[in-house]
């Protein structure tokens, strides 16, 4: 008696089942690299914008350093005579352009006097190239033909401006012979826009200028 051996034959995937399974398997890579593609790019985009955020931060925090230690000092620079006023922004080899700023400033560390140069420091801030930049010399008076040093601070700044309170109100320009109340900076940047920040000084508005030694 022979028995029949169908049963025992294998059966294998028809051509259709084969490119269903490719099918399925090509959606489901796709789905799973889109969601990874998605992943890295807002990691990156994560890091850029915490990146930027630590680049602000350091910046308005050394320009606030800066502002609350202006002294009443007047600038002389390449050896001449002292300006006239605290505060400058335009009309010397220090400032570049009309949006900038220069004083003297106290504190600059120098324990025990070690260098030969002064606690205090000629300082400018100006925006060059879209880039905010701080400036300063070696000395508080700069000889002639000394070059001060620049260190970028904010990339990406459209305009930079300042505005100056005596007491009873913002002014766009500094003209008093002492020192404003406060001092308000303002940064258009192209991804956070417009940026204002307000900062103290140890002003006396009303004050004479004076040329310390």
């Avoid at 220090?94 to 900038?100: E, G, I, R, V, Y």
Wanted: aromatic share 10%; net charge negative.
């Amino acid at each position: 008696m022979i028995h029949s051996t169908d049963e025992n034959k294998q059966q294998g995937f028809t051509l259709l089942e084969v490119l269903i399974a490719i099918a399925i398997f090509s959606v489901v890579s796709l789905a799973g690299f889109t969601i990874f593609d998605t992943v890295l790019r807002g990691d990156e985009s994560s890091k850029i914008r915490t990146e930027r955020q630590n680049e602000l931060q350091r910046s308005f925090l050394l320009i606030e350093r800066d502002f609350s230690q202006i002294a009443k000092r007047t600038l002389r620079i390449n050896g001449e005579a002292p300006q006239d006023n605290f505060l400058q922004t335009s009309g010397d080899s220090f400032l570049s352009n009309d949006q900038a700023l220069a004083f003297v400033r106290y504190g600059w560390t120098n324990p025990g006097l070690l260098l030969p140069r002064s606690e205090m420091q000629s300082v400018a801030y100006r925006l060059n190239d879209n880039i905010l930049e701080r400036l300063h010399f070696n000395f508080v008076d700069a000889v002639v033909g000394q070059e001060p040093r620049v260190r970028a601070l904010l990339t990406d700044v459209d305009s930079l401006d300042f505005e100056f309170y005596d007491g009873k109100e913002w002014q766009k320009e500094w003209s008093g012979k002492g020192l404003p109340l406060a001092i308000a900076i303002e940064v258009d940047t192209l991804d956070f826009g417009l940026i204002r920040r307000q900062f103290l000084v140890a002003g006396d508005v009303g004050a004479e200028s004076t040329d310390a030694n």
